[in-house]
């Protein structure tokens, strides 16, 4: 079993910052593409930010410049880091891991419950 939990979501205004946490835990024997997708109200869940096992690193265009990813291999964490902070970010953030459980088991995508960001003043 894989367990992964967001934290960090909250209420900020425009122009703030947050930061989102992703632990993941359980059967790990390794972790490869880690990343952070959001969905607002009405609309498909969109993949903001990823991070691969190599450190390649993409970003949704209507993030670049204002958030940041970056993993903890050690403690099998992820961060998404959060500036300027938009009300169009408002969102229900979810993370995604592809972790495999074993050495003879194929890596397999997990998902966060999610965490809620609203930007507002």
């Known amino acids: 079993q894989v367990q992964v939990v967001e934290s960090g979501g909250g209420l900020v205004q425009p122009g703030g910052s947050l930061r989102l946490s992703c632990a993941v835990s359980?059967?790990?024997?390794?972790?490869?593409?880690m990343g952070w997708y959001r969905q607002a109200p009405g609309k498909q869940r969109e993949l903001v930010s990823q991070?691969?096992?190599?450190?390649?690193?993409y970003y949704a265009d209507s993030v670049k410049g204002r958030f940041t990813i970056f993993r903890d291999d050690a403690k099998n964490m992820v961060y998404l880091q959060m500036d300027s902070l938009k009300p169009e970010d408002t969102a229900v953030y979810y993370c995604?891991?592809?972790?495999?459980?074993?050495?003879?088991?194929?890596?397999?995508?997990?998902w966060g419950k999610g965490t809620l960001v609203t930007v507002s003043s």
């Open positions: 995604n891991v592809w972790v495999r459980p074993g050495e003879l088991l194929e890596s397999k995508g997990y």
């Open positions: 359980g059967s790990i024997f390794g972790i490869g593409a």
């Open positions: 991070i691969t096992a190599f450190s390649i690193i």
